[in-house]
C-alpha cells in the first residue's frame, strides 16, 4: 500500500500545481505587465537617484485590481533610478503587512522577503509625495516553482535528520549492546511479559527486540524522541532477525509501529511550549486531552492490528478471537474510561494537579538518559562485561543503521512535500470538509487533523498560525494543541522504520496507522467538547 500512497502523494500534488497555475495564468490572477496606481512618499522633498520611500495602494484600487479585498496597503521600499530607461526599480521588504498575493508573488524568485518592480512616476502631489504607476516582475508557474524548492529542499531535509541520528544512534546502540552483553534486556523483557506477550506473541519472551520496545514505548511516553528513535531502529532490527520472509512486515512489527504512530506521550512538551509562548493562561491544560486522544489512538491502532492480522477470517473465528482476548480488551476499556474520568472530573485538567504531574513527569524525563546510561554501565561493569569495547561495538551498528535509512527518508519526505507545494492539501480539505462538519468537527481545526501523519514540522506550523488567529485558550486553540500530541508522523514513523530494515511489502501497517490517526483526532474531538465546549 506505502507504493500507491507514495505515488498518489507525487501525482496529486504535481497534478494540483499544474491545474492550479493553468487556472492562475488564465484569469491573469497577479495582472503580469499591467500597471497599478500608488502613492509614493518620501522624507525628502525631492526624489533622488536613490531613496527610502513608502508606496501606498488604496483599498478599493488594490481590491479592483487583484479581484480580492485588503485594508489600505502601505509598505516600505528602496527606490533606484535607472536614467537609461526613465523608471525606478523597486525593492519592497515583505513583512507581515504585505498583501497575500504580494507574498506569492515575492516568493516567485525564491526570495520571499524581496518583491521588485519598476516606477513610473506621475505628477508631485505635495513635497515628497507623487502620484505613481507600478509594474511587478512576472509571475507564472507559480506552484510548480513552490514544487521543485520543496522538493530540493524536503531532500536536504531528510538527508540532515538522518545524519542528524548518527551520534545518537551510536550513543545508544553502543549502551543497549551492553546491557544486552550483561543480560539485562532480558530482565526488563520478563518484568513486562505479560503485556508483551499478548501484543507480541510470535516474539520469543526472552528476544532481545521485547527489550528494545519496552524501552521504545517508555522513551516515547516521557517525550525522550532523541532516545526513543535509535531503541526503535534496535527493535525493528531485531525484529527482522525472526522475519520468515524478508522484506515484508511481520504481524510483531505492523504491532510495533501501530503504538508508535499513535504517539502516546505523558507531556505534548511541543504544545505546551507553543501555548506558552502564545500567552496561554494555562499552557499545561492539554495534558489530560492529549493522553485521552493518544489512548483512543493507540487502543484503535492494538484493536486493528489484531483484527487485520486475522483477515480474511470467518465469523465464528472472530468470535473465537473475542472470546481469546476478552480480558485485554477489557482491560483497555477500563483504562479508556479511567483516562475519561479522570479527565472530567478534573483530576488532570486543574492547575495545580497538572503542573504537579507536569513537574513529576519533567523531573523523571530529566533523569532518564543520565539513569539508563550509568546503570546500564553500572550493571555491565558488575557482570565483568567490557564496557568500552562492546560500546564501540555497538556504536558502529549505529552509524551504518543512520545511513542506510537516508533513501526511504527521501522519498517519503520528497513526496510529501510536492503534495503539500502543488496545493492538493487544501482541495483535500475542501472535499472532505463538508462530511466532517457532519460530526461537528471545526473547519479551521481540520488542515492540522490532516497534516499531522504527514508531517511533525508543518503540524506544528498550523498549530502556531490557529492560536495566533484565535488565541491558546480558545475551543479552537485547545483542539489543534491536543490534535498536535494525539498522535504521531505516521508516513515518517513507517519509511524511518521499515526503511531500517529494508521492508518493502507493509501489509497492512499504513491502514493501522491511518486507523490509530483518525481515532486520535476524533478522541481528541470529543474530549475537547466535553470539557470546553464548541465554537
Known amino acids: 500500500m506505502l507504493n500507491y500512497i507514495w505515488a498518489a502523494l507525487l501525482g496529486l500534488g504535481i497534478f494540483t500545481a499544474v491545474v492550479m497555475d493553468i487556472f492562475d495564468s488564465s484569469t491573469d490572477k497577479f495582472q503580469n505587465y499591467k500597471p497599478l496606481s500608488v502613492v509614493v512618499e518620501t522624507s525628502d522633498s525631492n526624489l533622488k537617484e536613490e531613496n527610502e520611500a513608502a508606496i501606498t495602494v488604496d483599498s478599493k484600487n488594490f481590491s479592483r485590481f487583484y479581484k ?34 504580494w507574498k506569492k508573488m515575492a516568493s516567485a524568485s525564491g526570495k520571499e522577503d524581496d518583491l521588485t518592480a519598476k516606477l513610473w512616476l506621475g505628477k508631485q502631489l505635495k513635497p515628497g509625495k507623487y502620484s505613481a504607476w507600478i509594474v511587478f516582475e512576472s509571475v507564472s508557474m507559480l506552484k510548480m516553482k513552490f514544487v521543485t524548492n520543496a522538493a530540493i529542499e524536503y531532500a536536504g531535509k531528510a538527508v540532515n535528520i538522518a545524519l542528524g541520528l548518527v551520534g545518537i544512534m551510536a550513543l545508544w546502540l553502543g549502551i543497549m549492546k551492553i546491557a544486552e552483553q550483561a543480560g539485562l534486556i532480558n530482565i526488563i523483557a520478563r518484568v513486562f511479559r505479560p503485556l508483551t506477550k499478548f501484543l507480541f506473541p510470535s516474539v520469543p519472551h526472552d528476544h532481545p527486540a521485547i527489550g528494545s520496545i519496552v524501552m521504545n514505548i517508555s522513551a516515547n511516553m516521557l517525550g525522550l524522541g532523541n532516545a526513543a528513535t535509535p531503541f526503535g531502529l534496535k527493535a525493528m532490527e531485531e525484529l527482522e532477525k525472526l522475519n520468515p520472509k524478508k522484506g515484508t512486515a511481520t504481524n510483531a512489527m505492523i504491532t ?152 526511504y527518508l527521501v522519498a517519503m519526505l520528497v513526496a510529501i512535500g510536492i503534495f503539500r507545494a502543488g496545493g492538493a492539501m487544501d482541495f483535500l480539505i475542501m472535499i472532505i470538509s463538508p462530511a466532517t462538519s457532519l460530526i461537528g468537527f471545526p473547519a479551521e481545526a481540520l488542515p492540522m487533523a490532516l497534516m499531522r501523519p504527514l508531517s511533525g514540522s508543518g503540524a506544528i506550523g498550523i498549530m502556531t498560525e490557529t492560536i495566533a488567529v484565535h488565541g491558546a485558550d480558545s475551543f479552537l486553540g485547545i483542539l489543534v494543541s491536543t490534535l498536535n500530541g494525539s498522535s504521531e508522523t505516521t508516513f515518517y514513523v513507517l519509511a524511518l522504520y521499515f526503511g531500517s530494515v529494508g521492508i518493502s511489502k507493509t501489509r497492512h501497517a499504513v491502514s493501522v496507522g491511518l486507523i490509530g490517526d483518525i481515532a486520535g483526532a476524533l478522541g481528541a474531538l470529543f474530549i475537547v467538547k466535553l470539557l470546553f465546549g464548541s465554537l
Open 68 to 101: 480580492s479585498y485588503a485594508e489600505k496597503i502601505s509598505q516600505k521600499a528602496k527606490l533606484t533610478y535607472n536614467s537609461a530607461e526613465g523608471y525606478y526599480s523597486v525593492y519592497i521588504n515583505v513583512d507581515g503587512s504585505t498583501p497575500e498575493v
Open 256 to 407: 510495533f509501529l501501530g503504538i508508535n504512530t499513535a504517539g502516546l506521550t505523558l507531556i505534548p512538551a511541543t504544545a505546551i511550549a507553543v501555548r506558552a509562548a502564545s500567552g496561554s493562561s494555562d499552557p499545561a491544560i492539554i495534558i489530560g486531552t492529549s493522553i485521552f486522544g493518544a489512548g483512543c489512538a493507540t487502543i484503535a491502532a492494538i484493536i486493528a492490528t489484531k483484527l487485520l492480522e486475522k483477515f480474511p477470517m470467518t465469523f465464528s473465528e472472530f468470535i473465537s478471537l473475542v472470546k481469546s482476548s476478552w480480558k485485554i480488551l477489557a482491560t483497555l476499556f477500563l483504562f479508556a474510561s479511567s483516562v475519561v474520568f479522570l479527565v472530567f472530573s478534573g483530576a488532570v485538567s486543574s492547575l495545580g494537579d497538572t503542573e504537579t504531574i507536569k513537574s513529576i513527569i519533567q523531573l523523571i524525563a530529566v533523569l532518564a538518559i543520565p539513569f539508563i546510561i550509568t546503570s546500564f554501565v553500572a550493571y555491565g561493569f558488575l557482570k565483568k562485561v567490557k564496557v568500552y569495547e562492546v560500546f564501540v561495538e555497538g556504536a558502529k551498528e549505529g552509524f551504518n543503521v543512520a545511513l542506510r535509512i537516508i533513501p
